[in-house]
């Protein structure tokens, strides 16, 4: 057995695995077709960074403040949005994102 690891955007992996391009894939991805076999491996929490010493917040993060604060986002995919930005646009809202990075190393 040979294993090749690479990065598919998720609105591609019906396609991919259609043709035979893929086997399987491991990642964060909408309920597909009836076809595919899928399970679930783990359940994933978003969180949201702050440092109290920079923002004067002394009732916590509330809803108000998150949305009028700027923003660095980490996303895998090469956009500033991905699915919190998606559920926000859809709610009306809008993130000021200043900055995205596809990762954070948490330690060394």
């Not at 108000?64 to 009306?92: K, M, N, P, W």
Request: hydrophobic share 40%; net charge positive; with cysteine.
């Amino acid at each position: 057995m040979k294993l090749v690891a690479r990065r598919v955007q998720s609105s591609e992996i019906g396609r991919e695995l259609d043709e035979g391009k893929l086997d399987l894939a491991v990642g964060c991805y909408p309920p597909g077709p009836t076809r595919y076999r899928h399970r679930v491996l783990f359940e994933q929490r978003l969180a949201c960074c702050y440092n109290k010493a920079l923002l004067d917040l002394p009732r916590g993060l509330s809803t108000r403040a998150y949305l009028d604060a700027r923003h660095v986002f980490v996303s895998q995919r090469d956009d500033l949005q991905g699915c919190i930005g998606g559920l926000l646009t859809r709610e009306g809202h809008a993130l000021d994102i200043v900055l995205a990075v596809p990762r954070v190393r948490l330690w060394s």
